[in-house]
């Protein structure tokens, strides 16, 4: 999957201007100018479009060879969000400049937060190999194609024998097309989502999602991008319930949780919402939304109390 999209207005100027520039061969520029915006807003839809954009310039910087500014741009991402296509995107390109221990954290962390994340789990297993790890990354290999579809089983050999061999280079490529390690599909129906969202055709990018729930259900974060869509559309019980399944799917979905906090607050459960911060918070007492949130609506509930 692609870095989730919010339903928000149409691409800002300066959002625009800076993939402008990055395709231009200014990537690190680029990143700049966003992280120079960072300062000016606690907004969450905001730092989602910017995480979006950051997520963009990432792709344009490793089609122009620059994975340097391709990781910058994903590092300030993260800083944003937490959500394992970034974290994904950036352990591939740090396994390329060979900061392997860097990029089996991002993987770890992509894996902690979608656990069926088949793109992440193939990249871990390549890295464990370029670590002498051969027999274990087969075996994990294999494991992934008895659990999946493998529709060209002759190329899975095929990468199975490259990487017996240690040629990874070779290796790679092969493995990831027989295992779906990208889900075209989904994400030509992702980009299709974007573009409405931003043409502000909310309606029928909320369609296109409810029919990729449908299709690929086992993606907590493809829950979570809905129920944000519902949310925004004043869809509060369906939100919810979107909310629901992300952490039926994965109970560490931080990002989820948050999203589900938001969604009591607005169905009027407040104390129910700080609950969920709570939990979040006990596992991760820097999460910087959740904190935020949590601050806004515990000193809300104090002040009706003192009301009253």
Do not use: K
Not at 30 to 41: C, G, K, P, Q, Y
């Amino acid at each position: 999957m692609q870095p989730l999209p919010d339903s928000g207005s149409a691409l800002p100027p300066e959002h625009a201007h800076a993939l402008d520039i990055a395709r231009h061969g200014e990537s690190r520029r680029a990143v700049d100018e966003l992280s120079a915006r960072l300062a000016d807003t606690a907004d969450a839809a905001d730092r989602q479009r910017i995480a979006r954009t950051l997520a963009q310039l990432a792709r344009i910087a490793e089609e122009q060879r620059d994975p340097d500014a391709g990781i910058a741009a994903l590092e300030l991402a993260s800083t944003l969000v937490d959500w394992a296509d970034l974290h994904c995107h950036r352990g591939q390109l740090l396994a390329q400049l060979g900061r392997r221990a860097e990029a089996r954290r991002a993987l770890d962390r992509a894996l902690v937060l979608n656990p069926r994340y088949r793109a992440a789990a193939v990249e871990r297993a390549l890295l464990d190999a370029r670590e002498g790890r051969i027999a274990e990354a087969m075996e994990a290999l294999r494991m992934l194609a008895r659990d999946g579809d493998v529709t060209e089983p002759s190329t899975f050999e095929q990468g199975m024998v490259h990487l017996g061999h240690a040629d990874f280079e070779d290796a790679g490529p092969l493995l990831r097309r027989a295992l779906h390690a990208s889900d075209a599909w989904l994400e030509e129906r992702l980009h299709a989502v974007q573009a409405m969202s931003e043409r502000g055709e909310h309606g029928a990018a909320l369609q296109i999602l409810r029919e990729a729930v449908t299709e690929r259900g086992a993606y907590p974060d493809l829950h979570l991008l809905l129920g944000v869509h519902e949310l925004q559309l004043g869809s509060i019980d369906d939100a919810i319930e979107s909310f629901s399944q992300a952490l039926e799917l994965n109970p560490d979905f931080h990002t989820a949780r948050v999203a589900f906090a938001r969604a009591l607050e607005a169905s009027g459960d407040t104390r129910q919402a700080l609950v969920q911060l709570e939990s979040v918070l006990e596992q991760d007492s820097d999460h910087r939304e959740a904190r935020a949130l949590y601050q806004r609506l515990a000193s809300r509930r104090r002040g009706v109390r003192t009301a009253a």
